[in-house]
């Protein structure tokens, strides 16, 4: 499943692709069980879409869906922050100081970027911020809404634009660690807001 998500993410697999599996067993070598099997997963975390009696596509892509599922993360990343900021222990404190010098030893607009292993740091530090929210069910609807933006953030992460265009992080994630662990809720949220929103414009343009 996983090289068919990357390839998906890195638009290998366009939007709109069908997706065969007799093409898919001779790209990745494997049989056809383990490709079905994969494509029924990806469609649960909405990757691909399937249509009865006609197949299987890469799922489209839109600025009407870009915008709600970033609204959605949006909400959700407000309530689990103000919870994380009233809530949180030691323990989290220290994941999110982890996390968030994992993510500064990777540069996202150096041309030989690992861009798997710089969204896999940005994630893991975006849900440490959320973590002290003792929240489960929450959280994990949360990671759900998380998984299908990915998709979008690769548009704009993308290794094959000029430096001057890539993503570039501006201090923003060590602003929104330094007011969240000085428990400022007024300023992370409002750093968390103008992140949010950045994204969704920069995103919004290259569509």
């Known amino acids: 499943m996983e090289m068919i998500r990357q390839d998906i993410l890195l638009g290998e697999l366009a939007p709109g692709q069908k997706l065969v599996v007799a093409d898919l067993k001779s790209r990745y070598d494997v049989g056809a069980s383990p490709i ?3 494509l029924v997963q990806l469609s649960w975390k909405k990757y691909v879409n399937f249509t009865p009696q006609k197949g299987c596509w890469v799922a489209p892509i839109s600025i009407v869906e ?3 599922l970033f609204e959605t993360n949006l909400v959700l990343s407000k309530v689990l922050l103000k919870r994380a ?4 222990d030691e323990s ?3 994941n999110i100081l982890t996390s968030f010098h994992k993510l500064c030893r990777i540069n996202p607009a150096e041309a030989d970027v690992d861009l798997s292993e710089w969204e896999e740091r940005h994630s893991q530090f975006h849900l440490a911020l959320l973590e002290g929210s003792c929240s489960p069910v929450m959280l994990d609807l949360y990671r759900e809404v998380y998984e ?3 998709r979008y953030r690769h548009i704009w992460v993308c290794r094959n634009r000029h430096y001057e265009e890539r993503y570039h992080d501006n201090g923003e994630h060590e602003a929104m660690m330094k007011a969240v ?3 400022n809720s007024e300023q992370a949220l409002a750093l968390l807001d103008e992140h949010s929103q950045r994204a969704v414009e920069m995103i919004k343009a290259y569509l």
Do not use: K
């Not at 900021?85 to 949180?88: H, Q």
């Open 36 to 38: 079905r099997e994969a």
């Open 66 to 68: 870009l915008e709600d």
């Open 85 to 88: 900021i009233e809530n949180g």
């Open 92 to 94: 989290w404190e220290l």
């Open 148 to 150: 299908q933006i990915e």
């Open 181 to 183: 662990l000085s428990r």
